[in-house]
C-alpha cells in the first residue's frame, strides 16, 4: 500500500520538531478537502478534514490550513514523531460528486 | 475500532485472466469505493456505489471492470480480462452517512499480471 515514487518529493525533520506540508489542489469548486497518511503495506488513513467555508481547522498535533485564493492546502504536525514518518496526501471533493481526487503525495521521514 | 478489510493482499494473474478483488467495508457505512494507485503514482479513483448502483464511475472504469454487492457485507470488484497495465494496488473505501465524505481505506490488495 506504499506510494513508492522516484519523484515523490520528500520532507525531513528531526524527531521533536514541527513538519509542515504542502498541496496545490486543482478545482477552485472543490468544498472538502482532506489529509491521508499511507504508511508502508496499509491504505491511506484519514487525518483530518477542513470544508471550503474554512481556513483552519486543528486537531490533535495536527493543523490544517486552507488558502482558497491561491488553491493551497498544508498540514501542519507539531513535534513530529518517528510514528508519523510515512506519505502524506492531501486529496479534495469537487462539488457533485463523492470521488476523492488525491495529489501526489509527499514523503515525511523524522530522524531521531 | 471497526475497519474495512480486503482480500487477497496479494494477486497474482496472467494477462487475460478474469479477478475478483473483494472487500468488507465497514458494518454500518452506505457508500463504497474502489480506488486504485499505480506503483509510483498517485491514488485514482475508480468507483462509487450507493443504494446497489453505481453512482459514478471513472475513465479508467470501462467495461472490463464491474463491482457488486452480492451480499449484505462483501463488496467486490471484478476485472473480466485483465492487462498488464491494470497491475496496481488497489484500495476499497467506505463511509458512512453520518461522516458521508469521511472515507476509510481498506490496506489493498496488490494486483499482479504477468
Known amino acids: 500500500g506504499e506510494s513508492v515514487g522516484l519523484h515523490l518529493p520528500t520532507l525531513s525533520v528531526q524527531e521533536g520538531d514541527n513538519s509542515i506540508i504542502n498541496c496545490a489542489y486543482s478545482?477552485?469548486?472543490?468544498?472538502?478537502f482532506i489529509w491521508y497518511k499511507q504508511e508502508s503495506g496499509k491504505g491511506p488513513q484519514f487525518i483530518i478534514d477542513i470544508r471550503s467555508n474554512m481556513d483552519k481547522r486543528q486537531g490533535q498535533r495536527v493543523t490544517v490550513l486552507l488558502n482558497k485564493t491561491v488553491k493551497h492546502l498544508s498540514l501542519q504536525i507539531a513535534a513530529t514523531q518517528p510514528g508519523d514518518s510515512a506519505v502524506y496526501f492531501c486529496?479534495?471533493?469537487?462539488?457533485?460528486?463523492?470521488?476523492?481526487?488525491f495529489g501526489t503525495g509527499t514523503r515525511l521521514q523524522v530522524f531521531p | 475500532e471497526p475497519e474495512v478489510t480486503q482480500t487477497p493482499s496479494h494477486q497474482v494473474t496472467q494477462m487475460g485472466q478474469e479477478v475478483i478483488l473483494r472487500c468488507v467495508p465497514i458494518s454500518n457505512h452506505l457508500y463504497f469505493y474502489w480506488y486504485r494507485q499505480i506503483l509510483g503514482q498517485k491514488v485514482e479513483f475508480l468507483v462509487s456505489f450507493y443504494n446497489n448502483e453505481i453512482s459514478e464511475k471513472s475513465e479508467i472504469f470501462d467495461d472490463q471492470f464491474s463491482v457488486e454487492r452480492p451480499d449484505g457485507s462483501n463488496f467486490t470488484l471484478k476485472i473480466r480480462s485483465t492487462k498488464l497495465e491494470d497491475s496496481a494496488m488497489y484500495f476499497c473505501?467506505?463511509?458512512?452517512?453520518?461522516?458521508?465524505?469521511?472515507?476509510?481505506f481498506g490496506p489493498g490488495t496488490r494486483l499482479t499480471v504477468t
Open positions: 473505501a467506505s463511509s458512512g452517512d453520518r461522516d458521508y465524505y469521511e472515507q476509510y
Open positions: 486529496a479534495e471533493i469537487p462539488p457533485s460528486t463523492d470521488k476523492l481526487i
Open positions: 478545482n477552485s469548486a472543490s468544498d472538502y
